[in-house]
């Protein structure tokens, strides 16, 4: 059965932290995604990689980073946390040969006080 | 205005009924049309694909009119368990990056 697992469900912080989301998906898919989901703003896409080691800006980077130092995992960096950064937090996967099929790990619920 | 657009709702549907729900994009060069279903503090799934000659799934229909840029969700014999937001997803080169609507959240009841 097709897998994207997210290192934690809930996550609380402080203003200023280093934040670590982590996310493993075990289909060898090449493509990864981090959104966030805020109420009546909907899911927006942060960044994405199409391959080890390379990413590519979404429409909201400011703020984060990435890596994706191997195929099967892509971490998502919250280099100074801020408030305006909790949110749900979602991770993606796909493969070229799967078209449509996006398969979301469980999310990260994080609240930065 | 927003790339992907629906209408929020709430839809409070009775079971058994017929419901429809419509999506517009405003980018013409869009090439594929998904509909995603998220429950309740749940990760979304897709629902089906929409393809250009209109698809049906069991009780569900997705349809594309790319004349006037709209993508339409109808469900037939409503359930209880079609409880769920319906989310919106074009992307313009087929397998690159999602552009989701905010989603259209659907209560059937009993």
């Known amino acids: 059965d097709v897998k994207v697992t997210q290192s934690s469900r809930y996550l609380v912080k402080r203003t200023g932290e280093k934040v670590f989301l982590e996310c493993v998906q075990d289909?060898?898919?090449?493509?990864m995604f981090w959104y966030r989901q805020d109420p009546g703003l909907g899911l927006r896409l942060i960044y994405f990689s199409y391959d080890v080691k390379m990413k590519e800006k979404g429409d909201i980077p400011e703020g984060y980073s990435v890596s994706r130092e191997k195929k099967e995992r892509f971490s998502l960096i919250l280099e100074s946390a801020s408030t305006n950064q909790t949110s749900m937090y979602l991770c993606?996967?796909?493969?070229?040969?799967?078209?449509?099929?996006?398969?979301f790990g469980p999310g990260t619920r994080l609240t930065v006080l | 205005r927003k790339e992907v657009e629906q209408d929020p709702g709430p839809f409070n549907v009775p079971e058994g009924a017929t419901v429809a729900f419509n999506c517009t994009y405003s980018n013409s060069a869009s090439q594929s049309f998904f509909w995603y279903r998220q429950d309740c503090r749940k990760e979304p799934k897709l629902l089906m694909s929409?393809?250009?000659s209109g698809n049906e799934d069991g009780r569900f229909t997705a349809q594309l009119n790319r004349a006037s840029q709209y993508i339409s969700l109808l469900i037939r014999d409503s359930k209880l368990s079609d409880s769920a937001t319906y989310l919106c997803v074009v992307t313009p080169w087929g397998n690159e990056k999602l552009t989701f609507g905010t989603g259209t959240r659907l209560t059937i009841i009993p």
């Open positions: 289909m060898d898919h090449e493509n």
């Open positions: 929409v393809y250009s």
């Open positions: 993606a996967s796909s493969s070229p040969s799967l078209a449509g099929a996006w398969y």
